[in-house]
C-alpha cells in the first residue's frame, strides 16, 4: 500500500471516531470561520460538495450561502475520465446517488463554468501546513484544480492537518487552510 494510501486509512480512522456531537460543532466553528473570510464575503457564487461523515459538515455552508443569495455549485463526477463538472443546487433539487454514495446534481442542473465560481471549498482528507493535500483517492479535485483559477480554500479538522506528506508534481496546492 502507498504511503498516501496509509496515511488515508489512518486519517480517516481518526476521523470516524468523532463523536455526532463533535463532529457537528466542530463543522459548525469552521464554517463560522469560513463566512468571516474575504474571499467568502466577496464570493457570489461558491463550489462546495454535499458531505458526507467524516467530511467537515457542508450542511452549514449551504445554509448560509443560501440565506446570503449566493449561488451553490456543487460538483458532478463524470466516469470514466475522473473529470467533474459543477452545477448550481438549489436545496429540494433532484439528486442522482453515485459512487461511494456521493449525492450529485442531476444532469439537467444548470452548467456552471469554472470562471463563474468565485470560492471553491476543496475536500479532503490530508493537508500540510502549504496546502497540499491527499484526496479521497479518485484525483477529480486534482484534474479540475490544474484548470481552475479562482480562490481555493479547505476546512480541516485538526486531525487531518500532517506537516509533510509527498505530493506530486500535478498536486495544485489549495490557498488558504481553515483548521479547528
Same mark, same amino acid.
Given at each position: 500500500?502507498?504511503?498516501?494510501?496509509?496515511?488515508?486509512? =489512518?486519517?480517516?480512522?481518526?476521523?470516524?471516531?468523532?463523536?455526532?456531537?463533535?463532529?457537528?460543532?466542530?463543522?459548525?466553528?469552521?464554517?463560522?470561520?469560513?463566512?468571516?473570510?474575504?474571499?467568502?464575503?466577496?464570493?457570489?457564487?461558491? $463550489?462546495?460538495? =454535499?458531505?458526507?461523515?467524516?467530511?467537515?459538515?457542508?450542511?452549514?455552508?449551504?445554509?448560509?450561502?443560501?440565506?446570503?443569495?449566493?449561488?451553490?455549485?456543487?460538483?458532478?463526477?463524470?466516469?470514466?475520465?475522473?473529470?467533474?463538472?459543477?452545477? #448550481? !443546487?438549489?436545496?429540494?433539487?433532484?439528486?442522482?446517488?453515485?459512487?461511494?454514495?456521493?449525492?450529485?446534481?442531476?444532469?439537467?442542473?444548470? =452548467? #456552471?463554468?469554472?470562471?463563474?465560481?468565485?470560492?471553491?471549498? #476543496?475536500?479532503? &482528507?490530508? !493537508?500540510?501546513?502549504?496546502?497540499?493535500?491527499?484526496?479521497?483517492? $479518485?484525483?477529480?479535485?486534482?484534474?479540475?484544480?490544474?484548470?481552475?483559477?479562482?480562490?481555493?480554500?479547505?476546512?480541516?479538522?485538526?486531525?487531518?492537518?500532517?506537516?509533510?506528506?509527498?505530493?506530486?508534481?500535478?498536486? #495544485?496546492?489549495?490557498?488558504?487552510? =481553515? &483548521?479547528?
Amino acid at each position: 500500500m502507498s504511503e498516501k494510501a496509509n496515511l488515508r486509512n =489512518l486519517v480517516m480512522d481518526q476521523l470516524e471516531k468523532l463523536s455526532k456531537e463533535d463532529y457537528d460543532a466542530r463543522s459548525y466553528e469552521l464554517a463560522k470561520q469560513l463566512f468571516q473570510t474575504p474571499e467568502w464575503q466577496a464570493a457570489s457564487c461558491v $463550489g462546495v460538495t =454535499l458531505s458526507r461523515f467524516p467530511e467537515v459538515n457542508t450542511r452549514f455552508i449551504l445554509a448560509e450561502a443560501k440565506k446570503t443569495g449566493k449561488t451553490i455549485a456543487i460538483p458532478e463526477t463524470i466516469y470514466p475520465s475522473h473529470t467533474m463538472q459543477f452545477r #448550481v !443546487y438549489e436545496k429540494g433539487d433532484q439528486l442522482i446517488e453515485k459512487k461511494f454514495g456521493l449525492m450529485e446534481p442531476a444532469p439537467t442542473a444548470q =452548467l #456552471v463554468e469554472a470562471a463563474q465560481i468565485d470560492l471553491l471549498i #476543496v475536500p479532503g &482528507v490530508a !493537508y500540510t501546513e502549504e496546502g497540499h493535500r491527499i484526496g479521497f483517492g $479518485g484525483g477529480f479535485y486534482d484534474r479540475y484544480l490544474a484548470a481552475y483559477e479562482g480562490k481555493t480554500v479547505a476546512l480541516l479538522f485538526h486531525e487531518q492537518s500532517r506537516h509533510f506528506f509527498p505530493n506530486e508534481k500535478h498536486d #495544485v496546492p489549495v490557498q488558504k487552510l =481553515l &483548521v479547528n
